[in-house]
């Protein structure tokens, strides 16, 4: 389904505008280190914010919370800048603990969990952080979901991390946690026993289940892969309810209204977490996989056998080090992107490159494709050098010097339309008021500068004889031979190898 054309061509800058204005980044490491970055937005790179120590043993899971409304009008002072929600880390060592990021506390409060639960692995805030702009305002969150390795689903209330409801979770163990936008709903997959399942957190209990492929059969007994990672996704269509989870080298997109499968593929490497991404009204799915590729995929309606996808970033050629593995993948907005691999380089890529390349125009494609099958192909490999970037790289760091990376969640914040709105109100009720003031003296300064500018070139007759003229049409037909020849590569490369 992928195409086997190389598209991983970097850069560390990219043509369009960021559309944010600052980006917050945590991680958690094998060692139990938390760190944290700001992306200073003018330079385009990563500022260290705090490093250190805050468990014993690995960093299980990281999330951030949404900030209270009461807390975020603080932001409106221009002198201080908008700040994440409170920052909950979960750790081997079966101690959860918050951190402030705006306050760079490494450690605002601890809890212990119970030891019969086991080790914390996985966590998410209800209702959970909101990067893409609704038309709801977000409220604040006001619980936390911890699962657990022992299989319990804990939800504790984030004001004082008392615990409200304990839920019978999964055998074998939580493996992943989603909160639904709207803090109402929650998906959590298993360690070992298949199982999806959805939580009315209204009523704190289960609402449905759903099981996954079985990987293998031995001894009588069905064995299923560890489901890694769900994620919801917001679409334009406020009706419309979309998940995605992976599990093995599997990768399931799902409409919650209908159950249908949107996206259902087996990709070339195991696939440790994903993406979804919204980006001028459809749908993506970025997988971050164990072999170093960055697959992004087009989610539509389930109807077609064509599967639109580009492979972003390929795969290591050989055995895989280490350091090559993408280990995690957080979205932010507007398909831009936080990756995390094992030699702990932390990156900010933009993948617009990579979407816009997989929604290049087919009709136009199909229109040209009988002419190019009388055309010459020689010119075919000169054209490759001139392709879109299918990834920008904005900025990578290196925690330390190579730490293992166990964990990420990212924040970004972008301004509101509302504040957009009234702000060119502004400058446009500026702009009028400028118009009436302009000084007299100065408008007769580019009278003047109108009156000399010559106006006799443009009166000019070009004359060009019969061979030039023919030189350059011959030239106009050659560059339309090439454009359509650049077509239909485009066409074969997003759409041909689908079959």
């Not at 939580?174 to 936008?181: F, G």
């Not at 209908?258 to 799915?285: A, F, I, R, T």
């Not at 509101?416 to 003031?437: L, M, W």
Request: charged share 25%; net charge negative.
């Amino acid at each position: 389904i992928l195409s086997k054309k190389r598209h991983n061509k970097l850069t560390m800058a990219n043509s369009d505008e960021a559309p944010f204005s600052k980006v917050v980044v945590a991680v958690g490491t094998y060692d139990g280190v938390l760190a944290g970055w700001e992306m200073d937005m003018e330079k385009k790179k990563f500022k260290i914010a705090f490093a250190t120590p805050v468990h014993e043993g690995s960093v299980r899971s990281m999330v951030m919370a949404q900030p209270h409304p009461d807390s975020s009008d603080k932001n409106d002072n221009p002198q201080q800048s908008p700040q994440p929600g409170a920052l909950l880390s979960c750790g081997y060592d079966e101690v959860l603990r918050t951190h402030d990021f705006s306050k760079r506390l490494n450690s605002s409060g601890e809890v212990r969990t119970p030891a019969e639960f086991g080790t914390p692995v996985c966590s998410g805030f209800a209702p959970p952080m909101m990067l893409e702009p609704s038309a709801t305002p977000p409220q604040g969150s006001t619980h936390c979901l911890v699962g657990f390795s022992e299989g319990k689903l804990v939800i504790y209330k984030k004001r004082d991390w008392s615990v409200q409801h304990v839920l019978a979770g999964h055998e074998g163990g939580v493996a992943c946690i989603s909160v639904h936008p709207s803090g109402k709903m929650a998906l959590t997959g298993g360690e070992s026993d298949g199982k999806l399942k959805l939580w009315d957190l209204t009523k704190g209990r289960l609402a449905f289940v759903s099981k996954i492929n079985p990987a293998q059969t031995k001894g009588g007994r069905t064995q299923y892969e560890a489901i890694a990672n769900i994620v919801w996704g917001v679409t334009n269509d406020e009706t419309k309810q979309v998940y995605a989870f992976c599990y093995g080298n599997h990768v399931t997109v799902r409409d919650v209204g209908s159950g249908q499968d949107l996206l259902d593929v087996d990709l070339p490497s195991k696939v440790n977490q994903v993406c979804l991404m919204s980006y001028q009204q459809d749908l993506y799915v970025a997988a971050a996989c164990n072999d170093g590729s960055l697959p992004v995929l087009a989610v539509e309606d389930g109807s077609s056998e064509e599967i639109r996808a580009i492979m972003a970033i390929e795969p290591v050629d050989g055995p895989v080090a280490g350091e090559e593995r993408f280990k995690c993948i957080h979205s932010l907005v507007e398909g831009h992107v936080v990756t995390a691999n094992s030699a702990g380089v932390i990156s900010l890529m933009d993948l617009r490159g990579a979407i816009r390349m997989i929604t290049t125009d087919q009709e136009q494609a199909n229109d040209d494709s009988d002419s190019d099958r009388a055309g010459n192909s020689d010119e075919d490999d000169s054209d490759d050098d001139e392709e879109e970037l299918a990834v920008d790289i904005i900025d990578g760091v290196q925690l330390g010097s190579g730490a293992r990376v166990t964990s990420l969640t990212a924040w970004c914040y972008t301004q509101q339309e509302s504040d957009d709105s009234s702000q060119s109100d502004e400058e446009e009720a500026g702009v009028e008021e400028e118009e009436k003031e302009v000084p007299e003296n100065i408008k007769e300064k580019e009278n003047s500068k109108k009156r000399q500018r010559p106006d006799s070139d443009s009166n000019k007759n070009v004359t060009i004889d019969d061979d030039a003229l023919q030189r350059a049409r011959d030239l106009v037909a050659s560059a339309k031979k090439i454009q359509k020849r650049k077509n239909k590569k485009k066409k074969h490369k997003q759409g041909g190898a689908t079959s």
